[in-house]
């Protein structure tokens, strides 16, 4: 008989324990099962294959490449049964449906929530789960099968078969500070101004930041000593809205927070432009409510972002 024939859910939520811990009696304890057991589940395992799925050596188990290959499969089909279950519970509870977005700093207090909510306006029982992330980190995760929507700046790096992708828009970095900063009451400005002050700047990780170096090289200048790294847009909010630093960020990522009053967006913006796009797995966009937040996703994407300086 085929290995396959005999595999219960729980063994794949075994071979995932085993792959997190890498210790057979971590994972014994774990599962609530004895050491003796587990080893011998995993001997037949590896019999029926006819492969070595795990290296053993003093400190407990090493995944082979062959076992590597084996728990990436497990962890989509227990990925895909949990979904499962989640979107029966969902239609049970007489919601219309499930989708899991994620967003970069780019666009998670912006176009990924104004979607939400226009989805939840046509769907109000639907069940949207928001998730942030670096933009390879969500397209792992969209490859994985772990999220149906990423949004986020585009890459030629972000490339799968099984996902597809659209343009969103094209989006400017612009700088913002707290309303009470020296520069606010400023109606233009100059380089030499700006760099006065620290920034608040993206993290290496993340592609804009050689777009912004790349920016403030072409003028002459280099970032402001004392500057400080992020990916996080909160970070961020938070260093800018207790000092005199100086944010650099994207013009739609700091709409709501401009419009809240929390930063002011300065006279000056960078014609330096990058491209924000959604992607999505092929295979959940049949769903209801993935596909009513790909239609809002779109409609988000036409709004001029509501900033203004002062």
Known sequence: MDWTHRLRIRQLEVLRSLALTQNISHSAAQLNMTQPALSKWLKELEADLGLVL???????????????????????????????????????????????IGGSGATIASVVPQAVLGVLAAMPNASIEVLEGPMDRLFEQLRQREIDVAVGRASPKYHDPAIDSELLYADRLQFAVRPEHPLAARAALQWAELVAYPWVVWSRDIPVRDLLEGAVAAAGWALPRGSVQSNSLLATLALVTGSDMVAAVSER??????????????????????????????????????????DALRKVRHEKPRVSAH
């Open 54 to 100: 795990f290296e053993r050596h003093a400190r407990g188990l090493r995944p082979t490449a062959h076992g590597r290959t084996l728990i990436a499969s497990a962890q989509r089909i227990v990925v895909e049964l949990d979904r499962a279950r989640d979107e029966m519970a969902a239609l049970r509870s007489g919601s219309a449906g499930r989708a899991l």
């Open 253 to 294: 990522a700091i709409g709501l927070p401009v419009r809240s009053g929390t930063l002011l967006a300065l006279p000056f913006s960078l014609e330096t432009h990058s491209v924000v796009t959604m992607y999505w797995r092929r295979d959940v966009a049949g769903s209801a409510a993935v596909a009513a937040l790909l």
